[in-house]
């Protein structure tokens, strides 16, 4: 029989191995990574206090400013792609061009906890002046125990999880009206089969239900909120999503209010 087309290997290379193939990391070594991940993980949380603090002056002064540019924050939250799409409803944003004021009141104790300020002038809507989403932390119990560095961090912190550690509260909106109730208008519906909404209904679901399944306030608290020039001038927030929509379906869904003129585009929705 002919070898043609049998590839032989060469001499000894079954005896060859990946040197790095067989690493083994010791007891002791493994101790030293984690340590390290750990001081890493402190050094982190002590730069992002420092940075909240020297930045809070800032925002202070720049939230006068804004107070006097007419619908700044609707037009920034709506350059956001998320918030967008969750605030689809023309209803929706008619409430929302109400909103003179948006302001994130950071916890004193576990600053990544916080509460988001939605504040509104006189509307047709809600009685409300303003509208508040908490997410709460709860410490584990071990953090009872525990004293804090001279930075105020505890080795709980360290150990800190989103999903574990902290809670998002409801709040109630006093509707004036129950025409003018958009929870009740575009409800929230859920899919039994994951129990995720599989439709948002009215941005106004965000804060009158305890869960945030969609982490809109956290965009906003880490996102819109810190670059929200940059979100009402349009240069960001419009090129995250991935989508093959006609651009023609911008034209044809017009929007009854003028949320978009100060931006130089809109944000593609799926």
Same mark, same amino acid.
């Given at each position: 029989?002919?070898?043609?087309?049998?590839?032989?290997?060469?001499?000894?290379?079954?005896?060859?191995?990946? !040197?790095?193939?067989?690493? =083994?990391?010791? %007891? @002791? #070594?493994?101790?030293?990574?984690?340590? $390290?991940?750990?001081?890493?993980? &402190?050094?982190?949380?002590?730069?992002?206090?420092?940075?909240?603090?020297?930045?809070?002056?800032?925002?202070?002064?720049?939230?006068?400013?804004?107070?006097?540019?007419?619908?700044?924050?609707?037009?920034?939250?709506?350059?956001?792609?998320?918030?967008?799409?969750?605030?689809?409803?023309?209803?929706?944003?008619?409430?929302?061009?109400?909103?003179?004021?948006?302001?994130?009141?950071?916890?004193?104790?576990?600053?990544?906890?916080?509460?988001?300020?939605?504040?509104?002038?006189?509307?047709?809507?809600?009685?409300?002046?303003?509208?508040?989403?908490?997410?709460?932390?709860?410490?584990? !119990?071990?953090?009872?125990? =525990?004293?804090? %560095? @001279? #930075?105020?961090?505890?080795?709980?912190? $360290?150990?800190?999880?989103?999903? &574990?550690?902290?809670?998002?509260?409801?709040?109630?909106?006093?509707?004036?009206?129950?025409?003018?109730?958009?929870?009740?208008?575009?409800?929230?519906?859920?899919?039994?089969?994951?129990?995720?909404?599989?439709?948002?209904?009215?941005?106004?679901?965000?804060?009158?239900?305890?869960?945030?399944?969609?982490?809109?306030?956290?965009?906003?608290?880490?996102?819109?909120?810190?670059?929200?020039?940059?979100?009402?001038?349009?240069?960001?927030?419009?090129?995250?999503?991935?989508?093959?929509?006609?651009?023609?379906?911008?034209?044809?869904?017009?929007?009854?209010?003028?949320?978009?003129?100060?931006?130089?585009?809109?944000?593609?929705?799926?």
């Amino acid at each position: 029989m002919s070898g043609q087309g049998i590839k032989r290997s060469s001499p000894g290379a079954e005896d060859e191995k990946n !040197p790095l193939g067989d690493v =083994e990391l010791s %007891d @002791e #070594d493994a101790q030293k990574l984690q340590s $390290l991940q750990k001081d890493f993980a &402190r050094t982190e949380l002590v730069l992002e206090r420092r940075a909240q603090e020297k930045l809070l002056p800032f925002f202070e002064k720049r939230r006068t400013a804004l107070k006097s540019i007419p619908k700044f924050w609707p037009v920034a939250l709506m350059n956001h792609n998320m918030f967008a799409l969750h605030a689809q409803h023309n209803a929706d944003q008619v409430a929302l061009s109400y909103l003179e004021d948006v302001w994130i009141v950071r916890d004193p104790v576990e600053t990544r906890c916080f509460v988001l300020e939605f504040h509104f002038k006189e509307n047709p809507y809600f009685s409300n002046s303003v509208l508040k989403k908490e997410y709460k932390y709860v410490p584990p !119990p071990a953090a009872a125990n =525990e004293k804090p %560095d @001279e #930075d105020g961090i505890t080795e709980s912190m $360290l150990d800190f999880s989103w999903e &574990r550690d902290v809670e998002a509260k409801a709040f109630k909106i006093d509707w004036k009206d129950e025409s003018k109730n958009l929870t009740k208008l575009y409800p929230r519906v859920i899919d039994e089969e994951d129990d995720m909404p599989s439709d948002s209904g009215s941005i106004f679901n965000f804060f009158e239900t305890g869960d945030d399944q969609f982490d809109i306030g956290v965009l906003i608290a880490n996102d819109v909120f810190p670059e929200a020039i940059e979100y009402f001038l349009g240069n960001a927030g419009g090129d995250d999503i991935d989508s093959e929509d006609d651009e023609s379906d911008d034209d044809e869904n017009e929007e009854e209010i003028d949320l978009e003129k100060p931006r130089p585009k809109k944000p593609r929705q799926k």
